[in-house]
């Protein structure tokens, strides 16, 4: 039973757009959340997190924003540019599961030129 | 600062045998973990390490699975027989303790196939 769900396999985007990546989860207990980036033959790389208190974090380009009311949280990124090309990964964590991450399945974005 | 490695990048066995992947994580690092991503599927916690000791193993699949933190400093994932099930990419993360933010830092992984 997936916990943490991301319902797009895939996603094009124009250069210079905005990309925005959706993830659901399931478990009420999560109080943090994190978005990590895998470019091919290489370990996930952390992206941005946001805590359950949170409703919104920016770091530069990305912006992750939490309803917690409907159990969901998006990643923004503008403008698009041809180095996110890569697989994103949304992922949770509880402090009553210790330590352990639960993650998405992964969205593959592509960012068209 | 060097990052998380492991090794070998690929393995490739027959059902039956038995592989052990390697992870050596940032130094000073105390916290380690085994995630494992089977093809298609999402990354799935397999176990954390607190220094030497087993924090939680609760994703382990099985006792053909044996991890191991010597000395806490770096990991070893044995797989003894291995099943064509196995297959999938291995990844070790490392924190530092007590990091409330959740973040850990990845290796790039082992490719295990099974054939």
């Known amino acids: 039973d997936q916990q943490v769900k991301q319902n797009s396999p895939s996603l094009s985007v124009q250069e210079g757009r905005i990309s925005i990546l959706n993830c659901d989860y399931t478990?009420?207990?999560?109080?943090?959340f994190l978005w990590y980036k895998k470019y091919p033959a290489e370990g996930p790389t952390f992206l941005i997190s946001?805590?359950?208190?949170?409703d919104k974090n920016e770091d530069g380009r990305f912006t992750v924003f939490l309803n917690k009311s409907a159990k969901h949280l998006s990643l923004h990124i503008v403008p698009s540019q041809p180095g996110d090309s890569a697989v994103y990964f949304c992922?949770?964590?509880?402090?009553?599961?210790?330590?352990?991450?639960?993650f998405g399945k992964g969205t593959r974005l592509h960012i068209l030129p | 600062e060097a990052g998380v490695t492991q090794f070998p990048s690929h393995s490739v066995i027959e059902k039956g045998q038995t592989v052990t992947l390697r992870c050596d994580p940032i130094?000073?690092?105390?916290?380690l973990y085994w995630y494992r991503r089977v093809m298609g599927k999402e990354i799935k916690f397999l176990l954390h390490?607190?220094?030497?000791?087993?924090?939680?193993e609760s994703g382990m699949p099985n006792n053909r699975f044996l991890a191991e933190r010597t000395g806490g400093t770096y990991s070893t994932l044995k797989v003894q027989p291995a099943e064509l099930e196995d297959s999938g990419v291995y990844f070790c993360?490392?924190?530092?303790?007590?990091?409330?933010?959740?973040?850990?830092?990845f290796g790039p992984g082992t490719r295990l196939t099974v054939t």
């Open positions: 992922a949770a964590a509880a402090k009553e599961g210790g330590d352990k991450i639960i």
């Open positions: 478990n009420s207990m999560f109080d943090y």
């Open positions: 390490f607190v220094k030497e000791s087993k924090q939680d």
């Open positions: 993360a490392s924190s530092h303790y007590r990091d409330s933010s959740y973040e850990q830092y």
């Open positions: 130094s000073g690092h105390d916290n």
């Open positions: 946001i805590s359950s208190i949170k």
